[in-house]
């Protein structure tokens, strides 16, 4: 597709269960992120991808979330039993692999809004 | 580790300019950018500055940066009612570099008033 893929759009689960969030980057883009918003919050880094390097997992908030990137494509953010804090819209983005200096422009999915209940 | 300060809110008239101010720790940020998020909406690049430049002017953006006190400015000129969101300050060191990812700013919500 011509942008970044998110899905589900809108996600509500009860408390304790597992939620899995899907980003399709876009195409050729070796670079991926996912980002969380809370209400009221700015955007907190969760974790990146960069090609076949290991992924920089330090904004995970706790155990409970993970996130694997198959195939240098498609991303999946699982966040087990889930708590009510962790409501937030979940964002992916994705950016070009770096060449040179150019710039590094990201580009965000439209987001999947988490409801835990 | 690094951090991106914005104020939160800013409310200003139809036409008059709009000044969004933001500052950042990382000395090695390489890159710096602007971002938008309309209401309901993803977030839209609005426009970015290389660390080595003082200044750049996209129409009725104009964003400054002052690299020695790790200041970072956006303009909007004859501010309009369509120009109500929150924008996102944002920073990076250089893309070439492992682990690098964007760090935001909480946002500075604009309100304009006709």
């Known amino acids: 597709g011509a942008g970044v893929s998110q899905s589900p759009s809108n996600k509500v689960t009860e408390k304790g269960k597992d939620v899995e969030l899907r980003c399709d980057p876009i195409s050729g883009h070796t670079a991926l992120y996912w980002y969380r918003q809370s209400l009221g919050q700015g955007l907190e880094f969760l974790i990146y991808f960069q090609g076949n390097s290991a992924p920089d997992k330090s904004g995970l908030p706790s155990d409970r979330f993970s996130a694997e990137r198959t195939g240098g494509s498609v991303s999946t953010l699982t966040i087990q039993r889930t708590q009510q804090e962790d409501s937030a819209v979940y964002l992916c983005?994705?950016?070009?692999?770096?060449?040179?200096?150019?710039?590094?422009?990201?580009?965000f999915g439209e987001g999947s809004w988490l409801t835990v209940v | 580790g690094e951090d991106v300060e914005q104020s939160l809110f800013l409310s200003v008239r139809e036409g008059d300019s709009s000044v969004i101010n933001c500052t950042y720790t990382d000395s090695s940020s390489t890159y710096l950018y602007w971002y938008k998020q309309e209401p309901g909406a993803g977030l839209q690049l609005l426009t970015y500055i290389f660390s080595n430049m003082d200044m750049k002017q996209d129409q009725r953006l104009t964003v400054l940066l002052n690299k020695k006190d790790k200041h970072l400015s956006l303009r909007i000129a004859d501010t309009q009612t369509g120009d109500s969101a929150i924008y996102f300050c944002a920073e990076s060191t250089f893309p070439g570099q492992a682990g690098t990812a964007l760090i935001f700013g909480k946002g500075t919500t604009l309100s304009v008033s006709s």
């Open positions: 983005a994705s950016s070009p692999q770096p060449s040179g200096w150019v710039r590094n422009t990201i580009y």
